[in-house]
């Protein structure tokens, strides 16, 4: 089992920053894929951010590329997205997800917190 609690979320204006923090907890924390997943109302949820358990390896969906950038700290096991150049349309309820298996499916995720972008 694996619980998962998101921070940070908030309102911000367009090209604004803000950092989501996830806090992990149960399974060992550098054993397991981290994932940063977003739903906007009235669209499906996308990943838009994955990193390796060990740190090494980042993938990116193309909407956040080169504005948001994903990280963790093994030692304190939690995740991060520090969310730059923030646009309306990234306004979405954002999910950290773990990945245990290893098969790009977050069998675990937090509850999410709210990013709203005005313009």
């Known amino acids: 089992q694996v619980q998962l609690v998101e921070s940070g979320g908030g309102s911000v204006q367009a090209g604004g920053s803000l950092r989501l923090s996830c806090a992990a907890s149960?399974?060992?924390?550098?054993?397991?894929?981290m994932g940063w997943l977003r739903q906007a109302p009235g669209k499906e949820r996308e990943v838009i951010a994955r990193?390796?358990?060990?740190?090494?390896?980042?993938y990116y969906a193309d909407s956040v590329k080169g504005r948001f950038t994903i990280s963790r700290d093994n030692a304190k096991n939690m995740v991060y997205l520090q969310m730059n150049s923030l646009k309306p349309e990234d306004t979405a309820l954002y999910y950290c997800?773990?990945?245990?298996?290893?098969?790009?499916?977050?069998?675990?995720r937090g509850q999410g917190t709210q990013v709203t972008v005005s313009s």
């Open positions: 990193i390796h358990r060990s740190g090494v390896s980042t």
């Open positions: 997800a773990a990945d245990v298996n290893g098969d790009l499916q977050y069998d675990y």
């Open positions: 149960g399974r060992t924390f550098s054993s397991y894929a």
